[in-house]
């Protein structure tokens, strides 16, 4: 029931949302976290493809967030990008060929660890403490990847796994970065007489 985290998570950053890009990512990390629990509690075909469907929207609309309030770009232009993106690592996730070929570097979630980390590098100059949180929200996240791919070997030895462990951090690194993006926008707006550029846009 750990991937209810994901929902607590959600709801607060819905409420606290500053922006439609905001609410509506913090909507489908909650969506992450009913399916979640449902997949781990009636683990069947329907719930399955319930959790990948969930985690496949949620990082669809995280990748809008980061490329508008990041990059500066269009919501088309967000959306294509990232649906584009996403697709394609989850097309090299299921290909047992490429996942051999290049192991956790196939995971959607070790590409978010380096996306975060990349952002973070180019954001430190311009923008130190929203570079900062995010990195924050990277390392997180990087503590939390050992126990997701060491989860299946670990179950036969240990009957509860590292999966719950994962969940929890996983949360916690998501919980950071919507909070660092959404204090971003608030920073913005206090900004917005001077029309300060996106910080990546220049």
């Not at 509690?41 to 490329?67: K, M, P, Q, R």
Request: with cysteine; glycine share 10%; charged share 10%.
């Amino acid at each position: 029931m750990t991937g209810l985290a994901f929902l607590g998570v959600g709801i607060f950053a819905f409420v606290r949302g500053p922006e439609g890009d905001d609410r509506r990512a913090a909507a489908a990390l909650a969506l992450v976290g009913i399916a979640s629990a449902s997949q781990h509690g009636f683990s069947v075909v329907l719930t399955v493809w319930a959790d990948i469907a969930a985690n496949l929207i949620y990082l669809v609309l995280l990748g809008v967030l980061i490329l508008r309030r990041l990059v500066g770009v269009g919501a088309l232009a967000a959306g294509v990008g990232a649906f584009c993106a996403v697709a394609l690592v989850f097309q090299v996730s299921q290909s047992g060929a490429l996942r051999q070929a290049f192991g956790v570097a196939a995971d959607m979630f070790f590409i978010l660890m380096l996306v975060l980390f990349g952002a973070a590098l180019a954001l430190r100059a311009r923008d130190p403490a929203t570079a900062s949180r995010i990195a924050l929200s990277a390392a997180v996240l990087a503590a939390g990847l050992p126990f997701r791919f060491l989860d299946p070997a670990l179950c036969g030895v240990w009957p509860f796994g590292t999966h719950g462990i994962w969940h929890l951090i996983n949360a916690t690194s998501a919980a950071l970065l919507l909070s660092a993006l959404a204090r971003l926008s608030a920073d913005r707006s206090t900004d917005r007489p001077s029309d300060r550029p996106p910080a990546l846009a220049e």
